[in-house]
């Protein structure tokens, strides 16, 4: 949607990646304010009583968008099928895309990963205990797990800083952003696996947030410059298959394998 609005409405190109990395950020920064306010209501009321607040904050967003945003239909003169069949012939025919499409579907199943196991691993190493079995034996202190995600939402937002500073400044292109992005963040994920000092377990999480932040822009923006508009949509749905796949075989082999080897 971002994509097409915005050479719908005749912006540069140029400003696309400015957009996604301003975008990563402030959406970082209410994420910092949601989650502590999040965890406060649940402090009070319970667990279930953050989704209450959210409903409030989604109907407010509802009426945002319904009386201030033009809709964006793409090509309505397409239908499904033939919308399909060129998004087919595209990836046939441009390995650049399936390139793109694969890195995405790989780092955003690392993601969810994490997504998923960051809590139980920081619970698990909590008192320095190496494995699964001292760890359900001794009680672990409580963590600060809304001060955690503040943190982490934090860290999004320097990436996304970063990323900033990389393409304006020093005008580097996002497609060389991307490769070392990819393998930072491929490193600070194998500290779990590596080591099982809690403090050293956060610092790889914190690097893999900023990772993160520098990801979400530079994403947005490659597809921006590779992926037709006509068919990006469609395009992405394809990899997302796989990205869904993906994370489905984490979650069932999860229970048979040590968090460090999820990692």
Sequence with gaps: WMVEGHYARGYAPGTLAQTFSKATFWNSLIA???????GEVATRWGYVSPFVVSMGLLLVGTAIVSSSWSENYGDASLNVSSTLSNAWNVLRNDRRIITLGTTQSLFEAAMYTFVFMWTPTLMQYNQ???SDHETNNQPHEDLPFRLTFASYMGFIMLGSSV??????????????????TYAVAAASLAIPYLTTNRYVISFGFFIFEVCCGVYFPCMGTLRGRYIPGASRAAIMNFFRVGLNFLVVVVLLKISALHNGTVF
């Design 128 to 130: 320095g205990h190496s």
């Design 32 to 38: 910092i304010g949601s989650g502590l306010v999040a």
């Design 163 to 180: 990323f900033s500073i990389l393409i304006e400044r020093y005008d580097i292109k996002p497609e060389r952003i991307a490769q070392h």
